[in-house]
């Protein structure tokens, strides 16, 4: 009988139970962020105990406990399609056509219905507690019906924000699973996020709500037609919400900020708890002796590759491993019995140093392209002569242009195009973000390493980590080397106000990387000083190691 993969054995077991927790949860805080909206609704600055009375007899009403039911229930289904939309690896687009085509997919374009649905639903519902003003598509004035303007635009409002969070989800990132620096408890995490979160949300709603105003100034129209047409009312005496003077209504920006206030934060911060049970810590075994977890070591979560977060996992193990738990280094430093092998250590240490020199090569690769695509000045004389190269040799011109085919004289013919251009050029910044934006693991590996060998001066009693340092050295180096390189070719600096969250986790691991490799060197470099010169390094290998002997990097 075949043994269950780790990855499907931690879909089932684990990463069940910690999704449904963290829905679960965002559906509980429904209940007391809609009292706190209803509050807000109701506020009176001037009249405090009318505004009390309301807002109790609102919380108090069967309408709100039936509306909180029904907004409850929305959550937890948008929650639990939106759980499978998060991702530990982003796909980098190089260029913006393919950044924006990415919404084209026939299951991304599902979540924008889905998104936007909610919204709508969301908002519908929030609009029947406000009263009279707010509340159903119709209203009664002078005994007669009339199209409930401030309505239809409250329910609009709703999906728009919908929509946007879509677009946040996925242009900006937002589906981006980010693993804390420092690890800390669900509880403490989420007490520290919940401030900042909601800060985040009033701040991308007042950023979106302008374009919603521009974009009900222009096309608002259409939609209180085809629902005046529909249900057959006519518009009130006043001026229609369409108008300028109609939209410079203060009750009703308050109202539309409240609804897009509300949307955004509980689906953040379902967001937010999704993430913080999914990144949290999980102790894998070095080695077991039963058969049916034979597959579900470290070293096995270490090498999954179709589960990111799983490998992720397996690395933020390693490193607390590496730096707080005795007994299990112990393990890792043993011995197989019988036979006398390290092959814990072995298979550890190669999984840490193939994702290390892959980056490495990586990294190398990129610089290269960087260096070949950098403009070169010509001098005068050079110019001339190629031009009169290129007159004289005018048969070899035109052989060449034969000898081109038609896709490719498209193709460059559309990139000297100014306007697409702008769509379709690479830039160097997205082959950057590709490299880097997965760093976590690397830096994971190479603090691991380091922190390993340090300890093996007193903890390895058989020497197993000796016989594999040159090639730890060597590797981290390697990869020191080419990220500096890289950091000087592409000046290493995020540019100010992006909302991109790749972009700013690209850039954080990029810098964190670099210091956990130069603190990782010199804590190898510390621990044996001269010695590292006598375990069999290369000459290249040695030149890189003197600059920290002799503390010059």
């Not at 670099?514 to 603190?519: D, H, N, R, V, Y």
């Amino acid at each position: 009988m075949s043994l269950e993969t780790i990855d499907k054995w931690f879909l089932r077991e684990v990463m069940r139970w910690r999704c449904g927790a963290a829905i679960a949860w965002s559906v509980l805080c429904v209940p007391v962020m809609s009292a706190l909206y209803i509050t807000l609704a109701n506020l009176q600055p001037l009249h405090p105990l009318t505004c009390i009375a309301d807002t109790s007899s609102c919380i108090l009403s069967s309408s709100f406990i039936s509306s909180v039911t029904v907004i409850m229930i929305v959550t937890g289904c948008f929650q639990f399609y939106t759980k499978n939309t998060y991702s530990v690896l982003p796909t980098v687009s190089i260029s913006r056509v393919s950044h924006l085509a990415q919404l084209l997919i026939p299951s991304i374009l599902t979540h924008i219905a889905l998104c936007t649905g909610s919204g709508l639903v969301v908002a519908w519902i929030m609009t029947c507690l406000l009263g009279d003003r707010y509340a159903g598509l119709s209203t009664q004035q002078h005994g007669t019906y009339t199209v409930n303007e401030y309505h239809i635009f409250l329910v609009l409002y709703g999906g728009y924000t919908g929509l946007m969070f879509t677009v946040s989800h996925y242009i900006h990132h937002g589906n981006l699973v980010v693993f804390p620096h420092t690890q800390q408890g669900k509880f403490a995490e989420a007490r520290c996020q919940l401030i900042p979160t909601a800060r985040a949300a009033l701040g991308h709603v007042l950023w979106q709500i302008k374009y919603f105003y521009l974009l009900y100034f222009l096309s608002g129209e259409i939609f209180q037609d085809f629902i005046a047409s529909t249900l057959s009312l006519k518009y009130g005496p006043g001026p229609r919400l369409d108008s300028l003077y109609g939209l410079l209504d203060v009750g009703l920006f308050w109202q539309a900020l409240l609804v897009g206030v509300f949307i955004q934060l509980t689906w953040t911060l379902g967001a937010l708890l999704y993430k913080l049970y999914n990144t949290e810590g999980y102790e894998f075994p070095i080695s077991t002796m039963f058969e049916t977890f034979q597959n579900k070591c470290l070293v096995d979560a270490l090498t999954c590759t179709k589960l990111p977060l799983l490998q992720a996992l397996g690395f933020q193990d390693l490193t607390k491993l590496s730096q707080h738990s005795y007994v299990r280094r112990r393990e890792l430093f043993s011995l197989s019995q019988p036979g006398g092998h390290p092959h814990n250590w072995n298979k550890i240490s190669s999984v840490c140093l193939s994702v290390i020199n892959e980056l490495s090569d990586s990294v190398q690769e990129v610089n290269w392209k960087i260096l070949a695509s950098a403009p070169v000045r010509q001098n005068n004389n050079t110019e001339k002569a190629g031009v009169t190269t290129t007159h004289s040799n005018g048969e070899t011109t035109v052989e060449g242009e034969n000898k081109s085919t038609v896709r490719e004289r498209i193709i460059n013919g559309i990139k000297k195009r100014k306007v697409l251009t702008f769509f379709t050029w690479e830039s160097t910044e997205s082959r950057s973000k590709s490299l880097f934006v997965s760093a976590y693991v690397q830096i994971w590996a190479v603090e691991a390493l380091a922190w390993l060998v340090k300890v093996s001066v007193t903890e390895d009693l058989f020497g197993v980590v000796q016989m594999s340092l040159s090639d730890i050295i060597s590797a981290v180096l390697s990869l020191h080397e080419n990220v500096e390189k890289h950091l000087k070719l592409t000046g290493g600096v995020a540019r100010r106000g992006q909302r991109d969250t790749m972009a700013t986790t690209e850039t954080l691991y990029k810098h964190q990387l670099q210091t956990a490799l130069k603190s990782s060197v010199y804590m190898i470099v510390n621990t044996f000083g001269s010695q590292l010169l006598e375990v069999g390094l290369s000459p290249d290998t040695e030149k890189k190691l003197h600059q920290f002997l002799e503390y010059r990097e």
